[in-house]
């Protein structure tokens, strides 16, 4: 389907695309084994501008538009979900910084982030607070010019990896989520290490750990925003990078359905191309048609971010979550469609499926989606 | 340092097929590309750029659509493009795309360097390079693997041959052909899609160049094809069977009769 994207966006996806093909589709499989961290892929990522995509133009970016970002996430991703990840984590750990930065602190961090130097990373989550972000429990009290942070969070994509942190703790426990404060934490901070490095399903490109604050000391002029407005910093961040989570898993199940089509024309059985026979037909009928829509879904909210509109966090939430639950029935059907050689590990399609899995989950479970969704139902009856 | 590339834009040839009729290159459809020896010769330009300064130019011989190729040069961190163009160059052989070239170079000026790929994908000669040194009679060193060291003045490099390795210098100007082991060439940035996009691409014909009109096109080209053909497939051999002196008997009787004949 045309989207009748501009040249500029043609050339993101073309860029993009060649990237993936190029650089990404080889290392994939030796990523998902090491577990290393891509350094090699995400130094090609950087110079050819594409972290630029999420950081204003006066900051050393491209300017942020977010159609722009899930081009180059769906692209990179269809290659491979989980160095795509490493990149698209950096775009939600910079946002808070993008979107309630001061100038400071803005010129600070944001031209490393935008060429590529540096990767960020978002740190909300805690061992007790997954889905009810609420309950964390990482303090940041307030001594003199300083903050001094404590506390642990976990399952941070990008962890050890990252240079530049988001990180929300509480500033008021008192106040419940009006207690929580957004800050920028440096790696190498004293007081600020990492825990263990998570052993993942899938994505294992990306790294994933946890941030240990022990009376982690950092300057008071590292708070973003004011006390008191983590939570909307981070309702805020996620309104912006879900949509991309949304292309990462477009683009997962659309390099999943690729090598289906791709491995059904090469396949015999019976004496014809497997691609011959109707079942098959059916099913990679289904999955491009459900790939599409998702794609439709994913595009307009993007678009009516860029376009200005504020309330996007419905879209923007059923962007996530249909088109990660579409990434993860396409790739097991595609897994279905190489039959048994698609359960081996000597084929490409089984990772699909292991990726895919996580869209479902992380940046709010498809469960906390569908709350998202049918809160702002009653809300919008109600007006 | 003033350099310039010379390219070709070439039928992507990983995916060609030929029609088993007339033996020709089915060319509809196949994307067209840079040489891939160029991409190297591109990149080489780019990094002698970034280490000594100055510009690269990218030069081209073509029809219009090589603009394209010349774009994506410029997306690789070249500076400007020249096509050069006309139909009056068209059927040019080497020597006569070599003198072409040679023209539309010294109409550019004054350069230090010359990079060329060491040979085209599609004819596969590695004369148009040396041709253009010879040409513009500079010295010019083939098959290099690395450029060690530069001065304004001279040029130390490392060429690779069958049998080793040969360290070279050379004064400057001079031209170089490039093999694929000198660098990996690199992935154009957004912003320089964003600028080659954008790039005037400068196009000269016959009457912008000062050539004898005697030496260009098919006219100037002494080069004469006379026939193109695949080899025909070779069949599968005979086995033969038995204890060895069986065989060597069948052999005796099979080249009398069949290959001495």
Request: proline letters at 0%; glycine letters at 8%.
């Given at each position: 389907m045309d989207y009748l994207f501009t040249d500029e966006q043609k050339m993101i996806k073309e860029l993009a695309h060649k990237i993936a093909e190029e650089k990404v589709r080889p290392a994939a499989a030796k990523y998902d084994i090491s577990e290393e961290y891509p350094w090699d892929v995400l130094k090609v990522i950087g110079e050819s501008d594409l972290f630029g995509l999420f950081i204003p133009e006066e900051y050393g970016g491209m300017g942020v538009n977010i159609t722009n970002l899930c081009l180059a996430t769906e692209e990179l991703s269809r290659a491979c979900g989980g160095i795509a990840v490493c990149y698209a984590a950096s775009a939600l750990g910079t946002f808070p910084i993008v979107l309630f930065g001061n100038d400071e602190q803005k010129k600070k961090y944001l031209p490393d982030l935008a060429s590529g130097k540096k990767v960020a990373a978002f740190g909300i989550t805690e061992p007790e607070a997954?889905?009810?972000?609420?309950?964390?429990?990482t303090t940041a009290k307030k001594e003199g010019e300083h903050y001094i942070l404590n506390g642990l969070k976990h399952f941070i994509t990008n962890g050890g990896d990252a240079e530049t942190y988001t990180v929300i703790a509480m500033t008021n426990k008192d106040k419940g989520a009006r207690g929580a404060s957004a800050f920028i934490v440096e790696k190498g901070t004293p007081g600020f290490t990492f825990g263990k490095k998570e052993d993942k399903f899938g994505i294992r490109a990306s790294s994933t750990r946890e941030l240990i604050f022990t009376d982690c000391k950092i300057p008071?002029?590292?708070?973003?925003?004011?006390?008191?407005?983590g939570f909307i910093v981070t309702m805020r961040t996620f309104d912006m990078s879900r949509p991309g989570v949304a292309a990462q898993a477009l683009g997962i199940a659309q390099g999943a359905l690729e090598l289906a089509v791709k491995y059904a024309k090469e396949r015999h059985q019976f004496g014809k191309s497997?691609?011959?026979f109707q079942g098959i037909q059916w099913m990679l009928a289904d999955m491009a048609t459900e790939i599409e829509a998702a794609r439709a879904l994913v595009y307009s909210c993007a678009r009516a971010i860029d376009a200005g509109s504020r309330d996007v966090s419905k879209e923007s939430a059923m962007a996530k979550m249909y088109a990660s639950d579409v990434a993860m029935k396409v790739t097991v059907d595609a897994l279905q469609i190489f039959g048994g050689y698609g359960y081996m590990k000597d084929y490409p399609i089984e990772k699909y499926v292991r990726d895919a899995k996580i869209t479902q989950i992380y940046e709010g479970t498809n469960q906390i989606q569908r709350n998202i969704i049918g809160l702002q139902l009653i809300r919008e009856m109600a007006k | 340092m003033n350099i310039i590339v010379c390219i070709k834009q070439v039928p992507e040839t990983t995916e060609v097929r030929i029609n088993p009729e007339t033996n020709t290159l089915i060319r509809e459809g196949v994307k067209s590309i840079i040489n891939p020896f160029d991409m190297y010769a591109i990149e080489e330009g780019v990094r002698l750029k970034e280490r000594f300064g100055g510009k690269v130019t990218i030069v081209t011989m073509g029809p219009p659509q090589a603009d394209g190729a010349l774009r994506e040069a410029i997306s690789m961190g070249a500076d400007e493009g020249v096509l050069v163009c006309d139909r009056a160059f068209a059927g040019s052989d080497t020597w006569a795309t070599s003198y072409t070239l040679s023209g539309a170079i010294k109409k550019i000026g004054a350069f230090d360097l010359i990079i060329c790929g060491?040979?085209?994908?599609?004819?596969?000669?590695?004369?148009v390079g040396p041709g253009i040194s010879t040409h513009l009679n500079i010295p010019q060193v083939t098959y290099?693997?690395?450029?060690e060291e530069a001065t304004d003045k001279s040029m130390r490099v490392e060429r690779m041959l069958e049998e080793g390795f040969e360290i070279i210098e050379t004064p400057l100007p001079a031209l170089l052909t490039v093999v694929k082991e000198i660098n990996e060439p690199r992935i154009p940035s957004l912003k320089g899609m964003i600028r080659a996009k954008a790039a005037k691409i400068i196009m000269w014909g016959q009457k912008d160049l000062d050539l004898d009109p005697q030496n260009i096109g098919l006219c100037g080209s002494p080069t004469q094809v006379v026939k193109i053909f695949t080899p025909p497939q070779r069949v599968g051999g005979q086995m033969l069977k038995g204890e060895v002196p069986e065989i060597a008997a069948q052999i005796v009787e099979l080249l009398r009769s069949e290959v001495i004949s």
């Open positions: 997954g889905s009810d972000a609420s309950a964390i429990k008071a002029k590292n708070l973003l925003a004011k006390e008191g407005m497997i691609s011959s | 060491k040979q085209a994908s599609d004819g596969d000669t590695a004369q290099v693997k690395k450029v």
